[in-house]
């Protein structure tokens, strides 16, 4: 179509000027020179187009409806995919909720939520408008006409005036029945109604130019529809109005959060589109019952913030960026260093303030949008997501109201920051000798200043002399690692840059402070043991010592962990085992589920029971059991285990008993039985004994034999058919084991099953496996059903 078209400009067009003709009546021998160019197509679709009237005898025969029906409209909205503008069709739930709206809103605009109360349309402004997250607007149509040329996979919606035009055609066409009516535009473009189920659309010719299509391909017409039922669109279901649960979905490393390079935007549409297709499979009695509505999932987008003009992190690493394998540098930048970014106290306080209050912000919004709503929350984190949500839960306050999340929120987590004599002192528990130090007017800062011998004549004992000092130098040095210099190695001194008024660092190369250096590192490594972590009395937990860990503003029910380092961190740390008697302050559940082929998974049970060897729970596919390659494979694995172990056994024991001289076993003596006599009757029939042994291990020797082949398909055969009927037998086997109470005592790893494709190189879809997650209907379904197991509602496996 030409640019200035309404369909793809999305212009008002003037009305057409409406020509009542009969194609077929034209003289034969008009001069070329008076045909116009709508009169060539006409011409040339008549004679060679095969979508021409000649073509469509048969359907013009059929009698046009008897009275005209008012076409249905069914609104669209835009979304750009791939550097191309994509019509989508609202639910028909949205649709009439949105005709309703204009019928009745007047001249003032009037705000409808649609797709589940994330999106909202302003009718009169014909925009859809996101609400949770950052998107720019979108257009919205009204449609009721549509087209399609030959190289396009879907019916485009025209513009509102343009398919109000066409309306009004069809109805005086319809009305007065009298087809074959010809619509000029003043743009060139020509719409012939042939009959009411043929009606084509025809384009200008253009200049010939050798660089563009031949005129045949120009001029090739266009096919148009009437009302979304009469062509081929996806209508989505609705989404039920009650929201049982609302889960928070924290991003990984990057912008992108899949293969194909999406937004965590678009991965957590899909993850929900498959929960809510799960809904209607697995939970259909539920559903009936009015026990079950859905799920909400909502995204949590962090890397924006980190790299955004606030923090110039960006610009700074550019700067010293090098300008060879200038894509691959960027994607390192942009990608890859978040996790040096986590590391980083400064960059690490930045992601967990924007993660915390991001989700504190979505929280409250949604409260506010859905007031009746009564659920619970959980959250997700992929990658470092999964990191920063486990450091910030196991740094949460366990106040039970909002009051005591508030004064969380402010009080500083670690004793070394505190800005009072007295506080510092009643932490230390010698609140006894404030008097002492505010008799001579010493604060806080004063006291810092303060050496051993400053102390003994202000007259404190030695013990708490010790405190106060050792105080004294972790708040010096935790101050200096909060400006960025706790991190210098020996032989390097931050000294203030002369050329600037700003008191940050610079770092300048020298053997002055090297002693204080070494005490600095000695300190430092000293702090970073964890490993011996209190989990009572410890304040910052086992996260990142010089963080201060915001508060949320909500409980999470459950903690869902995709292809999560977190287990690699804890131990590069210094953990090497959790207490099994540990759980998060404010939520009781923890999930850590993997691919068996992720290269950035790490498992969470052998830190807590490190003296058994357990297996990972084995996540059921979502149509059931096992997949088909994983069954065929443990049964051969096991029957070849069987066959050297069990059978050579069997053989090797079987041909011992027949070679040697068997050694008949002592009868118990009878009552009133002397062994004298026992061994008198046993000497006197020996040969005979002998004998019957060596003819009764000969018939065990044929009968296993004979009866092997028989016990060998008993074994496996029928043994894999009693698996498969109780599939769960293995999996209750398994949760029956105790790994502590990170989980409430069940278990914690869990992991998905690879694809049969997937198993024949696990190197070639190692990276994909880590980005598998937001498409697995197995992982939203076990996320369903841990939430709806703790709301009663059973679980059901469609028949297949």
Same mark, same amino acid.
């Given at each position: 179509m030409s640019e200035g078209l309404g369909p793809e400009g999305g212009h008002s067009q003037p009305a057409p000027t409406i020509t009542v003709q009969d194609l077929s009546d034209r003289p034969a021998h008009t001069p070329l020179d008076r045909i116009t160019p709508v009169e060539q197509v006409s011409g040339v679709v008549e004679e060679t187009s095969p979508s021409s009237t000649s073509s469509f005898e048969l359907v013009d025969m059929e009698p046009a409806p008897p009275l005209y029906q008012p076409v249905q409209p069914h609104w669209f909205y835009c979304r750009r995919v791939d550097s191309k503008d994509v019509w989508l069709p609202f639910s028909r739930e949205d649709s009439e909720r949105l005709e309703q709206a204009l019928s009745t809103a007047g001249e003032e605009e009037v705000v409808v939520a649609v797709e589940g109360e994330r999106y909202d349309v302003r009718v009169r402004e014909r925009q859809r408008y996101a609400v949770y997250w950052e998107q720019g607007p979108s257009e919205v149509r009204r449609c009721?006409?549509?087209?399609?040329?030959?190289?396009?996979?879907? #019916?485009?919606?025209?513009?509102?005036?343009?398919?109000?035009?066409?309306?009004?055609?069809?109805?005086?066409?319809?009305?007065?029945?009298?087809?074959? $009516?010809?619509?000029? +535009?003043?743009?060139?473009?020509?719409?012939?109604?042939?009959n009411p189920k043929l009606i084509m659309q025809y384009q200008p010719i253009t200049l010939q130019d050798e660089w563009v299509s031949s005129p045949s391909e120009q001029t090739r017409p266009r096919t148009v529809k009437r009302g979304v039922d009469n062509i081929t669109a996806e209508i989505p279901d609705g989404e039920p109005e009650t929201i049982d649960h609302l889960v928070f979905m924290v991003h990984g490393i990057g912008p992108a959060c899949d293969i194909r390079f999406r937004s965590i935007i678009q991965c957590v549409n899909d993850f929900r589109s498959a929960s809510l297709s799960l809904l209607g499979s697995h939970y259909r009695r539920g559903q009936e019952e009015g026990r079950v509505g859905r799920v909400e999932f909502l995204p949590v987008n962090w890397h924006s913030a980190l790299h955004g003009d606030a923090t110039g992190v960006d610009e700074d690493i550019q700067r010293i960026t090098l300008p060879s394998i200038s894509r691959l540098r960027h994607f390192t930048n942009d990608t890859l260093l978040d996790l040096f970014f986590y590391n980083s106290p400064t960059y690490c306080q930045t992601i967990v303030d924007t993660v915390a209050s991001e989700v504190n912000k979505l929280h409250s919004l949604f409260k506010h949008r859905h007031p009746e709503f009564t659920g619970a929350v959980s959250v997700?984190?992929?990658?470092?997501?999964?990191?920063?949500?486990?450091?910030?839960?196991?740094?949460?306050?366990?106040?039970?109201?909002?009051?005591?999340?508030?004064?969380?929120r402010n009080r500083d987590p670690c004793p070394l920051t505190c800005d009072a004599l007295e506080q510092a002192l009643c932490r230390m528990g010698l609140q006894e000798h404030l008097a002492t130090l505010q008799s001579v007017d010493l604060d806080l800062d004063s006291l810092a200043m303060c050496d051993e011998t400053d102390l003994t004549e202000l007259g404190i004992p030695l013990g708490p002399r010790k405190k106060i000092l050792s105080f004294i130098r972790k708040r010096h040095?935790? &101050?200096?690692?909060?400006? %960025?210099?706790?991190?210098?190695?020996?032989?390097? &001194?931050?000294?203030?840059?002369?050329?600037?008024?700003?008191?940050s660092p610079t770092v300048s190369f020298g053997n002055q402070s090297s002693e204080a250096s070494a005490r600095r590192q000695q300190f430092l490594r000293a702090q970073s043991i964890t490993s011996a972590?209190? #989990?009572?009395?410890?304040?910052?937990?086992? %996260?990142?010592?010089?963080?201060?860990?915001?508060?949320?503003?909500?409980?999470?029910q459950t903690f869902f962990a995709f292809g999560s380092p977190i287990g690699m961190f804890l131990t590069v740390r210094g953990l090497k085992r959790i207490d099994p008697n540990y759980t998060f302050p404010t939520c009781k559940n923890f999930y850590n589920i993997y691919h068996p082929f992720d290269p950035v998974a790490y498992r969470i049970e052998p830190m807590i029971v490190s003296e058994s060897d357990l297996e990972p729970m084995l996540i059921p596919h979502h149509k059931g059991r096992k997949r088909m390659h994983l069954e065929l494979k443990e049964s051969l694995t096991r029957m070849s285990t069987d066959l050297k172990n069990n059978v050579l056994g069997s053989f090797r024991t079987a041909w011992q008993s027949l070679v040697r001289m068997p050694v008949a076993a002592l009868p118990p003596v009878e009552d009133g039985e002397t062994t004298a006599e026992r061994s008198l009757q046993e000497t006197e029939t020996p040969a005979a004994a002998c004998a019957a042994v060596r003819e009764k291990s000969k018939a065990d020797l044929w009968t296993k034999i004979l009866e092997w082949p028989k016990a060998l398909h008993l074994h496996?055969? &029928?043994?894999?058919?009693?698996?498969?009927?109780?599939?769960?037998?293995?999996?209750?086997?398994? $949760?029956?084991?105790?790994?502590?109470?990170?989980?409430?005592?069940? $278990?914690?790893? #869990?992991?998905?099953?690879?694809?049969?494709?997937?198993? +024949?190189?696990? #190197?070639?879809?190692?990276?994909?496996?880590?980005?598998?997650?937001?498409?697995?209907?197995?992982?939203?379904?076990?996320?369903?059903?841990?939430?709806?197991?703790?709301?009663?509602?059973?679980?059901?496996?469609?028949?297949?």
């Open positions: 009721t006409w549509f087209y399609k040329g030959d190289k396009d996979t879907r #019916y485009m919606p025209y513009p509102e005036e343009f398919s109000t035009n066409l309306e009004e055609a069809y109805m005086i066409a319809v009305t007065l029945d009298e087809w074959k $009516r010809k619509l000029d +535009f003043p743009s060139g473009e020509t719409v012939i109604l042939h997700v984190g992929h990658s470092l997501g999964s990191l920063i949500l486990f450091d910030l839960l196991t740094n949460q306050k366990t106040g039970s109201g909002e009051a005591d999340r508030d004064e969380g040095f935790l &101050q200096e690692g909060r400006q %960025g210099t706790v991190l210098l190695a020996p032989g390097l &001194q931050a000294l203030p840059d002369p050329s600037e008024d700003s008191p972590v209190d #989990y009572e009395y410890f304040d910052v937990g086992i %996260g990142q010592v010089s963080i201060n860990y915001p508060q949320l503003a909500f409980h999470p496996y055969f &029928q043994g894999v058919h009693e698996e498969v009927e109780s599939p769960g037998s293995a999996e209750d086997k398994g $949760r029956q084991v105790k790994v502590g109470m990170l989980n409430g005592g069940r $278990r914690i790893d #869990y992991v998905l099953q690879e694809a049969p494709i997937e198993s +024949f190189n696990e #190197y070639l879809f190692a990276i994909q496996s880590h980005l598998c997650y937001w498409e697995s209907e197995d992982t939203a379904l076990l996320l369903l059903k841990e939430i709806y197991d703790k709301l009663g509602v059973a679980f059901e496996q469609p028949q297949q």
